[in-house]
């Protein structure tokens, strides 16, 4: 192993679930990681749906939507994810450990993330209200307390 290569599990992907210990980078944000391999497939998926989109249209134009809204399909009809579509209904139950899996992940760095609030003085009411529930529910949830 060589020097730079970590040896600990710190984090792992929140989309692959892989650990650190397993991808050349993993880069981190509010509780959430993404790899080296997501990003890349990520940016292989965007450039084939700009490759196949239809150019934009001109801003001001008639029909020209406003920047950072979406482009509605045809007819109307919000967007689906395509692995919606696409997937068998075993496709979906093999997914599942995956996606509980994402779930767990997320809600120990939520824990993780009130608590170091909590050591910087944070009270159950901001707490609760930064999530949006109450205090009792906040100290309900993370507390650690019966």
């Not at 990003?39 to 001001?60: D, F, K, M, Y």
Request: hydrophobic content about 45%; proline content about 8%; glycine content about 8%.
């Amino acid at each position: 192993m060589t020097a730079d290569t970590p040896s600990t599990v710190i984090a792992c992907c929140s989309f692959c679930l892989k650990p650190n210990t397993q991808v050349a980078k993993l880069v981190a944000g509010h509780g959430v990681y993404i790899c080296n391999e997501c990003v890349a497939l990520c940016g292989e998926i965007i450039q084939a749906e700009l490759a196949a989109a239809p150019p934009p249209a001109a801003a001001g134009a008639p029909g020209a939507r406003p920047a950072g809204r979406p482009a509605e399909p045809a007819g109307g009809q919000p967007r689906v994810a395509p692995w919606e579509q696409e997937m068998s209904l075993e496709e979906i139950l093999a997914a599942l450990p995956r996606v509980a899996a994402a779930g767990q992940q997320a809600q120990e760095y939520l824990t993780h993330w009130v608590r170091k609030a909590r050591s910087l003085g944070a009270t159950w009411a901001r707490i609760g209200a930064a999530l949006d529930m109450t205090r009792q529910s906040a100290w309900e949830r993370f507390s650690g307390e019966e």
